[in-house]
């Protein structure tokens, strides 16, 4: 068998990177709750495992999204993690050829020229089988040093990689990413010494061999190599538990665990976890982050997922999220940032019973549609009041719910994390909203449009009020005509990203005027920065926010801004120097279009 | 008591020595903007909650300052967070924030 006390650092590290992931694997999965585990078992003989195993490869070997981001980013990655999948894959195959025994030792094929030195093949020989994988391991090795190369000129510029700020790294994080690209060249150096000394390397380190053997002792160099490239490795596994490359198990673990139906939910449990580990901290989510772009603080996902790993997470930072959604539609590993960051509010957040007795019994007669405008649109009555007028233009019978004042829908306190309060708001609305026996609820606010969806379950068909507006149209129940204007539409963060409602509203406004897009739009539009996930924030960094949003929306020159969401429509009219309108008063007609433009006009002065 | 027809009304004199000024000191550290609220009223003319039930944020802030905050705990979990508040203030007060600082002052401050 074939052994050197210089294999041991490498082994051992193996042997203790194994038995920490095989703790951290084991108490996740147990500490998993019953229904969780039960979805394990019925999901690891499916053929859902074969997705899981095909999203791994394309995503956590071969970086698809991050190729879609920039091509760049994307290849660096890829030749890091497929290279050395590939390298150890080929290795291992390779070292079959020329091993005896059944069984070999696991650092037999890592450190095979170090054991094997084939004279017989020659550097180019692609005809013989051990030609074919000389070639091919030296070809992964180049795979993997031209990504370290990009890697290092990443380091100065990263916006050819698409990114405007890089991740700061911890001190411990560093040193782990010094090992890792510690190994790959080392290892080349190692199998070049070695080469240089026996022949018997691919095309790379053969060559580069017998130029170091020209001028340098190659024969005394190549054994102190093998020993640092072993001790690099060793290193590498032992730290990497305890830095972000956890993420490369985790991430793997965490893509079975999707395709079972296994979900993180909205207390913190062990799937959330599993996600937090799963933050490669690439910093993708850096420029994404609004808040992050007026205060640079540890808002963004990268560096808040970190402080809860560490437990350090700060109340304030906590809170001073927007809840947009904008890093979830980023994140090349499909984190739901927003769910983790409500399992902190929720620990936080005393959960304390609301005074709610007061609230308002409604009883009435029955309707088929019923019709909550909620509190952001009675602040700003124009929507509902053009809501109301196509109601009654198109003949439905409707149900005004809110009419006399509203009862929030519970989605402010779910956000700010107090679950029982925001379920006090939810039964009775629930109870209100029953009591109309509509069948179709309709809501001009996206806030309550997605907790009606998500939390409310009482078996009524919940639409926005652009997708039951587009509804009326299409049973000709109301007419629409083209206003000659030239209008942008802002996806709501709630709306948009939120509840996955695109589409309607902007058929609708095809219809009554010419649509452009801003500069980010749908999955990646911009929050206005009227948020109510954010309580942090101060109203001079929402207005700079809301600033940028407004000059992304404006650059092709619109007419209008229209949007469907009431708080969005009163943040930017504060700023806009268009008219800011809803999507309903923009169907209502000229005569409301007219008011609004002179609100606009008038809040000038 | 004896009834005697009349009552002496409790004393309104604000006793900055005895009233808990603690949760103001927590307010001011922690949300600033509570310092900078006019008690104008528009918060309070647009709540929701203030709709249905006696709720008033500009006299909770007005009482807070005074350190007179016996009603205050009950008074504040009526408020529904709905934002509404924060879209009116003329002053930029930050109400949301305003109301959790609260609930956590409580929760600090409150005797075992």
């Known amino acids: ?605 | 008591m004896i009834n005697f027809g009349y009552t002496i009304n409790t004393d309104r004199q604000i006793d900055y020595d005895n009233n808990d000024r603690r949760i103001a000191a927590f307010l001011s550290e922690h949300e600033p903007t509570f310092r900078i609220c006019i008690s104008c009223g528009t918060c309070t003319a647009t709540c929701s909650a203030g709709n249905f039930t006696y709720f008033n944020l500009r006299e909770m802030i007005v009482m807070l300052k005074r350190g007179e905050t016996r009603q205050l705990k009950e008074d504040v979990t009526k408020c529904m967070l709905c934002g509404k508040c924060q879209m009116a203030c003329p002053r930029g007060v930050n109400t949301r924030n305003l109301i959790l600082s609260i609930h956590r002052a409580i929760e600090r401050f409150e005797q075992p």
């Open chain 1, 1 to 605: 068998m074939s052994f050197d006390f210089f294999v041991l650092p490498f082994f051992l590290g193996l042997l203790a990177l194994l038995a920490m992931l095989g703790v951290r694997y084991g108490r996740w999965i147990k500490g998993m709750d019953a229904a969780d585990k039960a979805l394990i078992r019925d999901g690891i003989w499916s053929a859902r495992s074969l997705g899981a195993l095909k999203e791994v490869f394309m995503e956590s070997l071969l970086h698809r999204k991050m190729f879609k981001r920039n091509i760049l980013l994307g290849y660096m990655h890829m030749s890091f993690a497929f290279g050395w999948f590939m390298l150890i894959l080929t290795g291992n195959i390779e070292s079959r050829i020329y091993s005896k025994v059944h069984v070999n030792p696991p650092y037999y094929p890592i450190f095979l020229k170090f054991f094997v030195h084939d004279k017989r093949v020659m550097t180019f020989e692609l005809t013989s089988v051990p030609g074919v994988f000389r070639f091919l391991m030296d070809l992964f090795l180049a795979l993997i040093l031209s990504g370290l190369v990009l890697a290092f000129i990443k380091r100065a510029y990263s916006n050819w990689f698409g990114l405007k700020r890089t991740t700061h790294h911890t001190l411990f994080d560093r040193m782990a990413i010094t090992t890792l690209w510690l190994v790959f060249p080392l290892r080349l150096l190692a199998e070049s010494f070695t080469a240089g000394q026996y022949l018997g390397g691919g095309f790379l380190t053969n060559h580069l061999g017998m130029f170091f053997a020209r001028f340098l002792p190659v024969e005394h160099l190549s054994y102190p190599a093998w020993w640092a490239y072993s001790i690099a490795l060793g290193i590498f596994f032992v730290t990497l538990p305890y830095s972000r490359f956890m993420h490369i198990p985790t991430e793997v673990l965490l893509i079975f665990l999707r395709h079972w139906g296994v979900k993180a939910k909205k207390e913190f449990n062990n799937v959330s976890e599993i996600e937090v580990y799963s933050c490669p901290r690439c910093g993708v989510c850096l420029d994404t982050c609004q808040v992050f772009a007026v205060k640079q603080n540890g808002t963004p996902p990268v560096y808040y997922l970190r402080s809860i790993r560490e437990n350090k997470i700060s109340e304030e930072v906590t809170y001073d999220c927007l809840l947009c959604g904008r890093c979830e539609a980023f994140c090349p590993v499909g984190i739901d940032n927003n769910l983790l960051r409500q399992s902190q509010r929720i620990k936080l957040m005393s959960q304390v019973d609301g005074s709610y007795g007061y609230l308002p019994a409604i009883n009435g007669q029955a309707a088929e549609v019923a019709y909550f405008a909620g509190c952001m649109t009675h602040l700003t009555p124009q929507i509902w009041r053009a809501v109301v007028t196509l109601f009654d233009q198109a003949g439905v019978r409707y149900r005004f719910v809110d009419k006399d004042g509203t009862v929030c829908c519970g989605r402010p306190l779910m956000m700010a994390g107090n679950v029982t309060r925001a379920r006090q708001l939810i039964n009775h609305n629930k109870e209100t909203i029953r009591n109309t026996a509509c069948t179709t609820l309709v809501t001009s606010c996206p806030i309550c449009y997605k907790i009606f969806r998500e939390e409310y379950d009482f078996g009524i068909e919940v639409l926005h009020h652009s997708q039951y507006l587009l509804r009326l149209q299409q049973e000709d129940r109301l007419t629409l005509s083209h206003s000659g204007m030239t209008v942008v539409y802002h996806d709501p963060c709630e709306l948009g990203r939120g509840s996955g409602v695109y589409d309607e509203p902007r058929q609708l406004l095809r219809q009554i005027a010419t649509l452009t897009e801003g500069a980010d739009s749908r999955e990646e539009a911009l929050c206005c920065g009227g948020s109510l996930g954010n309580t942090e924030i101060s109203n001079t960094q929402r207005d700079e926010i809301t600033v940028r949003t407004l000059n992304s929306l404006l650059v092709n020159h619109p007419e209008a801004i229209i949007t469907a969401c009431p708080l969005c429509k009163k943040t930017f009219a504060k700023q806009a120097e268009v008219p800011v309108m809803d999507i309903a008063e923009m169907l209502a007609g000229k005569k409301i279009l007219r008011d609004t433009m002179f609100d606009v006009r008038f809040s000038k002065f």
